[in-house]
């Protein structure tokens, strides 16, 4: 009796905040509040429906939950019904402790397989490696060399997953899978899919289609993950957010530039991947607030050129997109372009202790409020030896604007930079880089 008071009267008061931002029903509403303000109308839970004892279950978390069910059969069958709130966040704040199972361990996977019929509407499951040489069973085609050596590892099953139908959020994290597994892709109201440093899971992103609800994705560092960017265009109406890196995907990141909901995309260091920034059109990516993408990319914070021409085009579009609101290339001074060693335009440095190199790298610039871009010349610890021209991208500020001052002080800074290459405003070509150098070095 002591523990069915504690959970109604000392659980539930204790969770009043979390209580009231839950969903329920105006009917329960009230039952609810009667519970809260006036227990003692409520001395017994006997006449409550199992959907009301439901929801009040689910204002626990699901170890309190299955605790619980060792009180009554009551409790027992409620929790069959509950639905397990679930919060997102960091996977060591207190509330989400609370509602995420972490199947770590042999025991925790055991646990798991218990829950799926005592507990089957639990929200979030983060699945881990679960000890020294135990693994769960192989899937379909697995690397046939991981197989040969974990093949005297003791298996667990993986299916019991599948139980799990109201699953929102599920995570796997460096965990003993090897080869493909399409129970995992088969939860239509999940939210957020975090597949983290499995590097034998073999998974293509056509696998999301069963995730129709699907907000969130993370894929970091899966060998195994193939399929083009484009497959993603099924989930277009939910998806705010993609990260994959490391990872052998293919395709053009503008494919999801018609995507209305997504906040975020990350598609770094996946070297298929290929895309001009300059294409992305003020209806693009409309509720887009971070963009990071591999240095293939034209216009990327480390893209490498492969022709001259290119450049100013470049420089206009992405000036662009940081006056765009909200900026989409938040700051300009973070960006490392420079002339790729492949290109048909870069040539060597005159003579074996030439001074200065090529002017083949480019950064953005700015003076008071005027931004503009060059070409310049590094040498040793990313010191700029000499640049060409400032390329503006902005008109010059009026006499009479209060930025005039600014702008000539920091012009002034610097045009010191511009030597031996003044008047040009991008890389001479060969032999004139040659003729600079024969003039004011004297090589």
Not at 95 to 116: G, L, N, P, W, Y
Not at 184 to 189: A, I, Q
Not at 222 to 249: A, H, Q
Not at 405 to 414: A, F, P
Request: aromatic share 10%; glycine share 6%; net charge negative.
């Amino acid at each position: 009796m002591l523990l069915r008071q504690r959970l109604l009267l000392g659980g539930v008061a204790a969770d009043r905040d979390r209580i009231a931002e839950q969903p329920s029903s105006n009917a329960d509403d009230g039952i609810i509040d009667s519970l809260l303000d006036d227990s003692a109308n409520n001395p017994t839970i006997h006449g409550m429906s199992n959907s009301l004892t439901a929801t009040i279950l689910g204002f626990l978390g699901y170890k309190d939950i299955m605790r619980s069910r060792i009180c009554c059969k009551k409790f027992r069958d409620a929790a069959r019904s509950t639905i397990v709130p679930w919060a997102d966040g960091e996977s060591y704040d207190s509330i989400v402790m609370e509602t995420q199972f972490r199947v770590d361990s042999v025991k925790k996977h055991k646990a798991m397989v218990a829950m799926s019929t005592a507990l089957p509407n639990l929200q979030q499951i983060r699945l881990y490696d679960i000890g020294t040489k135990h693994k769960y069973c192989d899937g379909k085609d697995p690397d046939e060399g991981k197989a040969a050596s974990t093949d005297d590892w003791t298996t667990h099953d993986i299916q019991t997953i599948s139980k799990f139908t109201k699953l929102r959020s599920l995570t796997i994290f460096e965990s003993p899978l090897n080869g493909r597994y399409p129970v995992l892709f088969k939860f239509p109201l999940l939210q957020k899919l975090e597949i983290k440093y499995c590097s034998y899971l073999k998974w293509d992103l056509n696998a999301l289609t069963g995730l129709s609800s699907l907000k969130e994705l993370t894929a970091l560092d899966n060998n195994y993950l193939t399929g083009n960017i484009k497959s993603l265009s099924v989930l277009k109406d939910t998806l705010e957010k993609v990260y994959i890196r490391f990872c052998k995907i293919e395709g053009d990141f503008m494919d999801l530039a018609a995507f209305p909901r997504l906040k975020s995309l990350n598609l770094t260091k996946c070297s298929l991947m290929t895309g001009d920034m300059r294409k992305i059109g003020e209806s693009d990516f409309p509720k887009l607030e971070e963009l990071e993408l591999g240095e293939v990319v034209i216009g990327t914070k480390y893209h490498q050129f492969q022709h001259i021409s290119d450049v100013p085009s470049t420089a206009e579009a992405i000036y662009r997109l940081n006056r765009r609101d909200p900026p989409l290339i938040r700051n300009l001074v973070c960006i490392y372009w420079g002339l790729s060693r492949d290109s048909p335009d870069w040539y060597a440095k005159n003579g074996e202790n030439g001074h200065p190199p090529p002017p083949f790298s480019i950064d953005f610039v700015r003076a008071g409020s005027r931004v503009g871009w060059r070409w310049k010349a590094i040498y040793a610890y990313n010191r700029v030896t000499n640049s060409c021209e400032i390329n503006w991208l902005d008109p010059e500020p009026d006499r009479e604007n209060s930025d005039c001052d600014v702008y000539i002080r920091e012009l002034q800074s610097i045009q010191e930079d511009v030597f031996c290459f003044e008047g040009f405003h991008q890389p001479p070509n060969e032999e004139e880089y040659k003729r600079v150098c024969e003039e004011y070095y004297g090589i």
